[in-house]
Nanobody
Framework: QVQLAESGGGLVQPGGSLRLACAAS????????MGWYRQAPGMQRELVAS???????NYADSVKGRFTISRDNAKNTVYLQMNSLKPGDTAVYYC????????????????WGQGTQVTVSS
């Protein structure tokens, strides 16, 4: 059974940084495209960033230039480095183990972590 465990969330002041990690088990991690999502109260879950098994990355416009997704296949872990954080980044962040569509773009799979809370506030 695939399990995903996020960590690294917390409270940070505007302009600060956090690094989220998502450790995977029960699957061949290197074969998955991975995604980071976030969900703010009363809002739909949105895709923040994704990375394919060949390290191709994509970002939501709202985080481009501030967030960086990366993966370490030896550690079965995907990361999200978040810099220049804003109050609008406050949300629960989830990772997802997905796959590629016919255009080699990430699409969400059925496996989700439990989420980690990120709060940006002074």
């Amino acid at each position: 059974q695939v399990q995903l465990a996020e960590s690294g969330g917390g409270l940070v002041q505007p302009g600060g940084s956090l690094r989220l990690a998502c450790a995977a088990s029960g699957t061949i991690f290197s074969a998955h495209a991975m995604g980071w999502y976030r969900q703010a109260p009363g809002m739909q879950r949105e895709l923040v960033a994704s990375i394919t098994h060949r390290y191709t990355t994509n970002y939501a416009d709202s985080v481009k230039g501030r967030f960086t997704i990366s993966r370490d296949n030896a550690k079965n872990t995907v990361y999200l480095q978040m810099n220049s954080l804003k109050p609008g980044d406050t949300a629960v962040y989830y990772c997802n183990a997905g796959q590629l569509d016919s255009g080699l773009n990430y699409i969400a799979g059925m496996y989700w972590g439990q989420g980690t809370q990120v709060t940006v506030s002074s």
